[in-house]
């Protein structure tokens, strides 16, 4: 849980929830590396050591899909009605 408090005001907020509320709608685009990619995608084949792809994930961070570029994986979720988001 996620404790805040604004102008004397305090919520908690689970981070479950938190992460469930742009789901179908938000995803996010992240470099991932060969192991990355075998641990959120099983089924992909083995893949070169120090190769960089990009995973879409979905707002809670399930796995969508992975691309060779950026650009494929955010045309993709534009395809499919996604908003992507930058994450800091």
């Given at each position: 849980m996620t404790n805040q408090t604004t102008n004397d005001t305090h919520f908690e907020t689970d981070p479950r929830a938190l992460a469930l509320l742009g789901e179908g709608q938000i995803a996010y685009?992240?470099?991932?590396?060969?192991?990355?990619?075998?641990?959120?995608?099983?089924q992909a084949p083995a893949l070169q050591p120090g190769?960089?792809?990009?995973?879409?994930?979905?707002?809670?961070?399930?796995?969508?899909?992975?691309a060779g570029?950026?650009?494929a994986a955010e045309a993709t979720a534009w395809a499919n009605d996604l908003r992507t988001v930058s994450l800091h």
């Open positions: 685009v992240r470099p991932v590396d060969a192991a990355q990619v075998r641990a959120l995608f099983p190769t960089t792809l990009f995973a879409l994930l979905s707002a809670s961070g399930t796995p969508i899909l992975v570029t950026r650009d």
